[in-house]
């Protein structure tokens, strides 16, 4: 099983298509991704939630989404990541990680608002790097909002909170990033299925 996960890996961190990069942004290197109540029709598991890579400076919207959780980052570099969060929240059980840890500044910004943390029950997902301590909880769309995102790729104008941070990346290395927001509805306590498969709510980070 072991070596049957590690062929995995491996096979999945080289294959080339399967990985998203940083574009460059007026603040240099720029991550850009998005969290969805459900991915699309053609995905093998389409009613998960799940994280997405994008491009927001694609004309065409809909043809900058791609399911991808590996990212490939620049190594000791400034790094931001811009993330369209698109889902409801779920509610984080454990207050610590609505926190933001390790990131510039102590700070992340919601809808372009510098924040600390949220309300724990507001919490749709987080993104975490657990190796380098870094958290950053992502504010659910209230169940109230007009016009939501039903799945992947949603467009801007459906509703949704704009979360922003900046970290400094480390030495060249693999490393695991993954939610830890209990976002996985149906499934026991909210932790199996997308949260426990890589290419939804967890990935990897390839510093070269
Ligand atoms: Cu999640």
Same mark, same amino acid.
């Given at each position: 099983?072991? =070596? =049957?996960?590690?062929?995995?890996? &491996? ?6 298509? +399967?990985? %998203? ?12 991704? %998005? ?9 093998? !598991?389409?009613? #998960?939630?799940?994280?997405? %890579? /994008? ?5 065409? #919207?809909?043809?900058? #989404? ?5 990212? /490939?980052?620049?190594? !000791? ?13 779920? +509610? ?10 390790? /990131? ?12 600390? =943390? &949220? ?26 909002? @007009? ?12 509703? !949704?909170?704009?979360?922003?941070? =900046? ?5 060249? +290395?693999?490393?695991? #990033? ?5 976002? %996985? ?19 990897? &980070? @390839?510093?070269?």
């Amino acid at each position: 099983m072991l =070596a =049957a996960i590690a062929v995995y890996i &491996i096979l999945f961190l080289t294959s080339a298509p +399967g990985a %998203a990069s940083a574009r460059p942004s007026s603040v240099g290197p720029n991550l850009y991704l %998005a969290t969805v109540p459900a991915a699309k029709g053609n995905d093998p !598991h389409p009613l #998960w939630v799940s994280y997405y %890579a /994008v491009n927001p400076g694609n004309a065409n #919207w809909r043809t900058g #989404w791609r399911h991808d959780t590996t990212y /490939v980052l620049p190594a !000791h570099t400034l790094v931001h990541v811009t993330i369209y969060e698109y889902d409801g929240d779920s +509610g984080s059980r454990n207050p610590f990680i609505s926190q933001a840890q390790g /990131v510039v500044g102590g700070t992340f910004e919601l809808n372009g608002k510098p924040t600390r =943390a &949220i309300n724990p029950k507001s919490a749709s997902h987080v993104f975490a790097i657990p190796q380098l301590g870094l958290n950053v909880p992502l504010e659910g769309v209230v169940g109230t909002a @007009k016009n939501q995102c039903a799945n992947a790729p949603c467009s801007p104008s459906n509703a !949704h909170n704009t979360i922003t941070f =900046a970290f400094r990346t480390p030495g060249k +290395g693999i490393y695991r #990033w993954q939610c830890f927001v209990p976002c %996985a509805a149906g499934y026991i306590f909210g932790f199996g299925g997308p949260m426990q498969t890589v290419g939804y709510m967890d990935g990897f &980070i @390839k510093f070269v």
